[in-house]
């Protein structure tokens, strides 16, 4: 189990002057590829950084993986990082899975309505 975590997981880094400014995960699974774990230095936003990394795990997934499709979760409240996703192309589904509530591994929620909404991008070559 361990083995195939490791082949079928990527942990991307952008790094400048030796600090981790950006990150995310990429997993291959059936036919798409998963996106988790993106962040981006808040000190960094806005020059490109996110586009760049995005970029990469798009062609790594498209390249490397053959997949034709990225997935990713975000909050649905998260409308103002949800339109940065929709004006790189991806797109709502409108599929919705509930908010991991007494996970300690999310967090500590400070309302109760939290979900997290499916988007996808189809990145065939």
Known sequence: MVEAAITDTLVLVAEQDGVVVGCCQLERR?????????????AQQGNGLGRAVLGEAERIARDEWGAGELRMTVIVQREDLIGWYERRGFARTGELTPFPYGDERFGRPLRDDLAFETLTKKIDA
């Open 30 to 42: 059936d036919g798409y590829g998963y996106l988790g774990m993106f962040a981006v230095d808040p």
